[in-house]
T-cell receptor, first 116, second 116 residues
Framework: AQSVAQPEDQVNVAEGNPLTVKCTYS??????LFWYVQYPNRGLQFLLK??????LVKGSYGFEAEFNKSQTSFHLKKPSALVSDSALYFC??????????????FGQGTTLQVKP | DTEVTQTPKHLVMGMTNKKSLKCEQH?????MYWYKQKAKKPPELMFV???????INESVPSRFSPECPNSSLLNLHLHALQPEDSALYLC???????????????FGPGTRLTVL
């Protein structure tokens, strides 16, 4: 079965410091991986995705993610955190089963808290 | 433009009421989705429509009834709901050009539903 894990419920960083939000996956074949961010009482906003090619993917708002096949990871990173980055972050993998077109499998989410 | 709109923003209903949630997109996307999300949890897929036909029903109770009148519009009809159905209901859409598409799902802001 395909799955995604976000091992940290919460990540705390100081403003201006680099941040990392972790995600590992278990998928047969090549994974299609996504990161979304959710601000309070809002829908999910797409940040970036990995389909194929360069292992370093750049996305919106200065975020990037590194795909590591050997470690089955897709960690989200940002060189310098902002207080406004505080939100709930979801990693997701595309379910590639033939009967599950369009289905995303989400991790449990990680709350990022950036303190001034 | 990657906008998905949802109305209403908030809805309070009694257990005997009938109400509907509406979702609209004008991006030419051919797949549309309904998700249910509880606080600080990942979204749970309910239904997927692909080319205006229901392609996935994740064993959702019959008190939730989806409808896709055309390729831009998705409704969710609600009847005889229970208090545990209170949640944020999210709509999403994606282009879905093929069965194994890597297209991104774009989410609306959600409808906050409270069942009394």
């Amino acid at each position: 079965a395909q799955s995604v894990a976000q091992p940290e419920d919460q990540v705390n960083v100081a403003e201006g410091n680099p941040l990392t939000v972790k995600c590992t996956y278990s998928v047969s074949g090549n994974p299609y991986l996504f990161w979304y961010v959710q601000y309070p009482n809002r829908g999910l906003q797409f940040l970036l995705k990995y389909i194929t090619g360069d292992n370093l993917v750049k996305g919106s708002y200065g975020f990037e993610a590194e795909f590591n096949k050997s470690q089955t990871s897709f960690h989200l990173k940002k060189p310098s955190a902002l207080v406004s980055d505080s939100a709930l972050y979801f990693c997701a993998v595309r379910d590639k089963g033939s009967s599950n077109t369009g289905k995303l499998i989400f991790g449990q989410g990680t709350t990022l808290q950036v303190k001034p | 433009d990657t906008e998905v709109t949802q109305t209403p923003k908030h809805l309070v209903m009694g257990m005997t009421n009938k109400k509907s949630l509406k979702c609209e997109q004008h991006m030419g996307h051919r797949a549309m989705y309904w998700y249910k999300q509880k606080a600080k949890k990942p979204p749970e897929l309910m239904f997927v429509y692909s080319y205006e036909k229901l392609s996935i029903n994740e064993s959702v109770p019959s008190r939730f009834s989806p409808e896709c009148p055309n390729s831009s519009l998705l409704n969710l009809h609600l009847h005889a709901l229970q208090p545990e159905d209170s949640a944020l209901y999210l709509c999403a859409s994606s282009q879905e050009r093929s069965g194994y598409s890597t297209d991104t799902q774009y989410f609306g802001p959600g409808t906050r539903l409270t069942v009394l």
